[in-house]
């Protein structure tokens, strides 16, 4: 069995951010569960272009609000609590944050911690991380 809490990962080596985002990462692939789990913030008035090209990603929002438009496809959808979305086709989005967003995200395969998105807006290819 496992046990976290949110407040033992905060300010640790599993919390990571950039200008956009805030990810507390909760489980990550050393815990061998097949995915990874993370509470994520994405900070108010910000836009983060993203291309999953390796990774399927569940995530559900449970506080702010913000849209995810799928690009290319002129396809905008709300986010507000209680929306879940997942990237089951690795499609390339843009996800914006109308006020601080908190949003749970499930990835598979799991990342291992320290994933940053690269220039393309994806993580790694599994097996090749830094």
Same mark, same amino acid.
């Given at each position: 069995?496992?046990?976290?809490?949110?407040?033992?990962?905060?300010?640790?080596?599993?919390?990571?951010?950039?200008?956009?985002?805030?990810?507390?990462?909760?489980?990550?692939?050393?815990?061998?569960?097949?995915?990874?789990?993370?509470?994520?913030?994405?900070?108010?008035?910000?836009?983060?272009?993203?291309?999953?090209?390796?990774? =399927?990603?569940?995530?559900?929002?449970?506080?702010?609000? &913000?849209?995810?438009? *799928?690009? @290319? $496809?002129?396809?905008?959808?709300?986010?507000?609590?209680?929306?879940?979305?997942?990237?089951?086709?690795?499609?390339?989005?843009?996800?914006?944050?109308?006020?601080?967003?908190?949003?749970?995200?499930?990835?598979?395969?799991? =990342?291992?911690?320290?994933?940053?998105?690269?220039?393309? &807006?994806?993580?790694? *290819?599994? @097996? $090749?991380?830094?």
């Amino acid at each position: 069995m496992i046990i976290k809490n949110l407040k033992e990962v905060i300010g640790t080596e599993n919390d990571v951010g950039v200008e956009n985002w805030q990810s507390r990462r909760l489980l990550l692939k050393k815990d061998g569960m097949g995915f990874s789990l993370h509470d994520t913030i994405i900070w108010a008035g910000t836009e983060t272009p993203i291309w999953y090209k390796h990774h =399927l990603e569940a995530v559900y929002c449970i506080e702010g609000e &913000g849209e995810i438009e *799928l690009t @290319g $496809e002129d396809l905008v959808y709300p986010i507000k609590p209680g929306t879940v979305y997942a990237l089951n086709g690795h499609e390339k989005h843009c996800l914006r944050a109308k006020s601080n967003m908190r949003l749970v995200c499930v990835f598979n395969p799991p =990342l291992t911690g320290r994933e940053i998105h690269d220039e393309d &807006g994806s993580y790694p *290819l599994p @097996g $090749e991380e830094s």
